[in-house]
């Protein structure tokens, strides 16, 4: 079956987040004030496996391996059928 996961990966709090504190001084300079803006990527990944399960197993061994890490980084998957 054909699954497709959307794989979101955040900076864990107390991580410094320059991009994100430049985008939020660069809006203040525009007239545009936040009380907060943090930056995060999103990854879509298709792929084929037998279950839901497996495939989010297989997409978390992804993240752990390669997309994220896990010494600064949090990340969620969202998985569903294709």
Do not use: F, W
């Amino acid at each position: 079956m054909q699954y497709r996961a959307e794989v979101t990966i955040e900076l864990k709090p107390g991580m410094l987040d320059p991009e994100g504190t430049t985008i939020k001084r660069a809006l203040e300079h525009l007239g545009y004030h936040t009380n907060e803006l943090r930056t995060s990527k999103r990854y879509i990944i298709d792929l084929e496996e037998e279950s839901a399960e497996m495939a989010e197993k297989k997409v978390d061994e992804m993240c752990q391996k390669l997309i994220a890490n896990p010494i600064i980084h949090n990340y969620t998957i969202d998985m569903r059928e294709a």
